[in-house]
């Protein structure tokens, strides 16, 4: 719920062709307690909580159109030299033309948006482990996770909305600059015209370290509801001028609706580095996620087999993680 208000003109000032509005701005958050480990880990403490809140401004002018700023306060952002603010994103909504969105900072491109959507109760197959408090000790620097796309502070991305019944697509663009050589572009399409079906497909490329270490990427995923049960399979690749470099992700995933308030699922990966052609990381998720209210339990139970391309021991990991979580 929002716990704050506030009638805002000042913004208005700044947008041209347009005359003062009024808006709103609120708060959102949850309050929340985490635990999470893996068996091969440091035995460190593994209790957390969440440590910071959403401020959303929103207003329409006199054209119809809305503009919508979030900015993140993050505690882990006032600890460093950076300042109290983690994500930064302004939207504005055309009004029958589309969004244009900014990422000041945790922006999104169209191919990032569409990594992995493959169906789970709680998490990637791939995300647990990796977001655990305790990552497993494993050896290796690399950890695997889907196929990425560029990504920087001050981006920008297009999304269509349903222009055209059942589909739409969106495009992104991020600029050169400071861990960016080169500016690099992404696009996405999807379909879900027929009940229960979604479709889609993504391609860009990765420019951030420039000349021939550029990459081409490209996924597609399809996803089928029917009932409480939704299966989805997903494939992607990176494609370059270095045989090294030519990796590929492949993932699947089921849940099931046990009740309006319960779902399970499970979920799977393999990513094929071509620099480690000889074994592949392997991730499984098994996961439900129960919501009361504003009350939501969930739980997963992950395990990853050579974990970066290595066959070693240590790097076959067993973790887990449990979240209750309170959103206001």
Request: hydrophobic share 35%; aromatic share 8%.
């Amino acid at each position: 719920m929002n716990i704050k208000k506030i009638g805002l003109t000042a913004l208005a000032g700044s947008l041209v062709a347009t005359s003062a509005y009024a808006g709103s701005l609120s708060a959102s958050g949850s309050a929340g307690i985490n635990f999470a480990g893996a068996d091969k880990g440091t035995g460190g403490n593994q209790w957390s909580m969440g440590d910071g809140f959403t401020m959303t401004g929103t207003g329409e002018m006199d054209n119809g159109m809305t503009v919508t700023v979030q900015y993140e306060v993050d505690h882990a952002y006032t600890t460093s030299t950076t300042g109290a603010l983690d994500n930064r994103i302004l939207t504005i909504d055309t009004n029958g033309m589309g969004t244009i969105v900014f990422g000041g900072h945790g922006g999104s491109s169209a191919f990032g948006a569409v990594d992995d959507v493959t169906p789970t109760a709680y998490g990637e197959s791939w995300d647990i482990l990796s977001a655990s408090l305790d990552n497993g000790g494993a050896t290796g620097t690399n950890v695997f996770n889907s196929i990425g796309s560029a990504g920087s502070n001050n981006m920008f991305q297009y999304k269509s909305g349903d222009m055209v019944d059942g589909f739409s697509f969106s495009v992104s663009y991020v600029p050169s600059g400071t861990g960016e050589v080169e500016s690099s572009m992404d696009m996405a399409i999807e379909y879900t015209g027929l009940e229960g079906l979604t479709v889609g497909y993504a391609a860009g490329e990765n420019n951030a370290s420039g000349g021939t270490n550029n990459t081409d990427l490209s996924t597609m995923y399809v996803k089928y509801a029917y009932g409480p049960v939704t299966v989805g399979i997903q494939q992607s690749e990176i494609d370059s001028n270095k045989a090294t470099t030519d990796d590929e992700f492949s993932a699947m995933g089921i849940t099931y609706q046990v009740s309006d308030d319960l779902t399970i699922g499970y979920n799977e990966s393999t990513y094929e580095d071509a620099a480690s052609t000889t074994v592949d990381q392997e991730n499984s998720n098994l996961s439900a996620t129960y919501t009361m209210g504003s009350m939501t339990l969930s739980i997963a139970m992950a395990e990853e087999k050579n974990r970066g391309g290595l066959t070693t021991a240590v790097n076959d990991v067993k973790g887990y993680a449990i979240d209750l979580a309170f959103a206001f």
